[in-house]
């Protein structure tokens, strides 16, 4: 009879702020060589009676940060997610959460004390910011060696992988889809076009020149990509983007913060159009002096919307072809 095999259940967070109109990911790092992981730690259910708990608590202790809105992600716990040469320890499975959180100065010298640091989003998955344009880095890197590597194959599973091309990356008559984020990350996985392949032995080397993106410890760039992807739906459906953005705020700042979790230009009018339309916030009064023009109107989330109506979110985006 075969031994079970031990298991241990982990947890990780995308802990995501926005500054200066950039979607930053918190990371922490044993020290300044190490890859950059999310905040992690194992679940001890003698300490905790629920995960979210533990999460929570390992965070303000790896951080310094207490969390706000927090959501579960996925669980993720493939074989070799944790690989080391040798090793024999238990397979952890990891639960991984996405938790939105603003920056504001208590808590930027706080996570400087921690060795916690801020990372822009876009350096890790570096194909999703179209927000000025369609990125050089898919045409130049990224699509053609993809398409060698669906060439490198016979029979069905050549078409396969041309399919999942056309569906992850919006090729030829498809349109280029923002939220399959995770299917465009596992593709340049499975492909050896990450650093992460050689990571967990899939491969000898990586199969392009230059690095796509910044690397992360084990799985964790997925994870990162899982809640990209979760939160550029979330916020079509459910107001969560008021969760980066602080308690006053103009128009224009509220439109660059969607634009950077989108990772997609908006066009202005529309999207005050959208907002106005949608009863999502309320004048305060107030304005905000703008540099070179007038004072800016400064608005705040109306939270009797969530009273209204069952799905109050902001429908940006959508489609585009590539």
Known sequence: MTTPAEIEIGLNAAIVAISARTPRLLVVGEDSDALDALPFGPFDP????????????????????????????????????????GDQGPHVVSVGYLALTRLDSDRVARLELSGARWRDWYGYLPWEDWRQGRPALLDGAVLPALMAWAEDYSG?????????????????????????????????????????????????????????????????????????????SKIKYRPVIFELMPPEFTLTDLQGTVEAIAGRHVHKQNFRRLVEGADLVEPTGSSQSATGGRPAALFRFRRQVLEERPAPGLKVGGRSNG
């Open 46 to 85: 003698n300490r905790h009676r629920t995960m979210e708990m533990s999460l929570r608590h390992t965070v303000e202790a790896q951080t310094a940060l207490e969390l706000g809105y927090i959501e579960q992600l996925y669980t993720f716990g493939d074989r070799g997610r944790h690989k080391m040469p």
């Open 156 to 232: 069905h599973g050549q078409s396969a992988r041309r399919s999942r091309l056309k569906l992850a990356f919006g090729l030829d008559d498809f349109p280029f889809d923002e939220e399959r984020v995770l299917e465009r990350y596992e593709l340049l996985y499975e492909a050896g076009l990450v650093d992460e392949a050689v990571q967990d032995g899939r491969i000898d080397r990586c199969r392009v020149s230059a690095p796509l993106g910044r690397p992360m410890r084990h799985d964790h760039r997925r994870i990162a990509a899982t809640a990209l992807a979760r939160l550029r």
